[in-house]
């Protein structure tokens, strides 16, 4: 396999938000870009975390795996996981895998805000 | 980075959505097993089960890799291929795995029958979560004896194709959690370990050695899930087959 084409990068939106834009083909090999904008959107110190989907292009069984890593650290810090700009095929993986139940889903930046209990 | 609340666009909901290249090696979307009878395996513990992710887990959750190189002349592609088309006989003696006769195709389903030990057997399944050129992903349901994935993998690398399985799981319900503490990890590594080096052998490459490593991604056990213990195949199993004679007995010849 060759290495996934990916982009990772962190906004932080203020103190305790994050959000990580996810560009590219997300497979397990992307898991040290996924980890390093961890540290960039935070660390454990954001409270809430965001990914937005937008830009994924190709994702494999491998990059359902790592999100489930980062999940376990989010879950660990108690942070807040979300997620938005999947599209409706990614959107059923999610639900096939059931990540649906512990990564809230939104369609967009402005709904993930308010749903994460911005106030 | 600081940006402002939705600095980045998102796609137009109403736009027609154009399929990923990956689409067509997930398997859709599936609330409950569905499976077909096979001639000597035992579905009923699996017809109508939800699947089970590491996130729906009981026990503390494991990543476990395994990897074998097989040498230069074969591809990852052929590997994938080759294991795929053979998958069940690289499964150790004395373990079934009774799959649809398509071979590993998104969205189907296998039967398992595993020798536990002590004579037990445990009658579970597998769903196709995922199957490309250069891997494939198995994913378990309720009462499976853990929650989670397997995903079989080839790589080039260093000019030599490696093989890899790697499992995320956790324990499905406190027994199997136990049951994993008094020597249920040791037997899965031994379980894959031979797997693999069937495989390699099946490759050409029937010494190479089998490298494991484990490692704990959470310490935690999730007690809210042990209520996944009804769901149980092995002790489900053990009835059935104690009350198989009875029945047996009682069905008219």
């Known amino acids: ?119 | 980075m600081t940006a402002p609340v939705g600095g980045v666009p998102t796609p137009d909901p109403g736009a027609r959505e154009t399929l990923p290249r990956d689409a067509g090696a997930w398997a859709a979307k599936v609330d409950r097993l569905e499976v077909q009878p096979r001639d000597g395996a035992r579905a009923s513990n699996v017809a109508g089960r939800r699947l089970m992710g590491p996130v729906q887990g009981f026990g503390k959750m494991w990543q476990k890799t395994y990897r074998v190189d097989v040498g230069s002349s074969i591809s990852p592609t052929q590997a994938i291929a080759t294991w795929k088309a053979h998958f069940p006989e690289f499964w150790p003696a004395g373990n079934r795995f009774s799959g649809a006769l398509t071979g590993i195709q998104p969205g189907d389903v296998a039967l398992l029958d595993l020798a536990m030990g002590g004579g037990v057997r445990l009658s579970t399944g597998v769903f196709v979560l995922y199957a490309d050129d250069e891997s494939f992903t198995l994913m378990t349901p309720q009462g499976h004896m853990f929650a989670g994935w397997i995903s079989f993998s080839a790589e080039a690398e260093r000019g030599t194709t490696t093989l890899q399985a790697q499992v995320l799981m956790r324990a499905n319900d406190p027994l199997y959690e136990l049951g994993m503490m008094l020597g249920g990890h040791a037997k899965e590594d031994r379980f894959w370990a031979a797997t693999l080096g069937a495989v390699a052998t099946r490759l050409g490459a029937p010494e190479a050695p089998v490298q494991a490593r484990s490692v704990c991604v959470d310490n935690h056990r999730q007690w809210k899930r042990v209520g996944n213990t009804w769901h149980n195949a092995m002790v489900r199993s053990m009835a059935q087959r104690l009350g198989s004679p009875l029945s047996s007995r009682r069905r008219p010849s």
């Open chain 1, 1 to 119: 396999m060759a290495d996934a084409i990916v982009t990772m990068e962190a906004r932080r939106l203020d103190e305790r938000t994050s959000v990580v834009d996810i560009s590219g083909e997300v497979t397990s090999s992307c898991e040290p870009a996924l980890m390093a904008a961890y540290e960039a959107a935070g660390g454990p110190r954001a409270q809430r975390l965001i990914l937005n989907f937008s830009g994924l292009e190709y994702m494999n069984s491998g990059g359902i795996g790592m999100l489930v890593t980062l999940l376990v650290r989010a879950k660990r810090q108690h942070q807040q996981l979300a997620a938005y700009g999947l599209s409706q095929h990614y959107r059923q993986i999610f639900e096939l895998t059931r990540l649906d139940e512990v990564i809230a889903i939104f369609d967009d930046e402005p709904a993930a805000l308010a749903g994460a209990g911005r106030p």
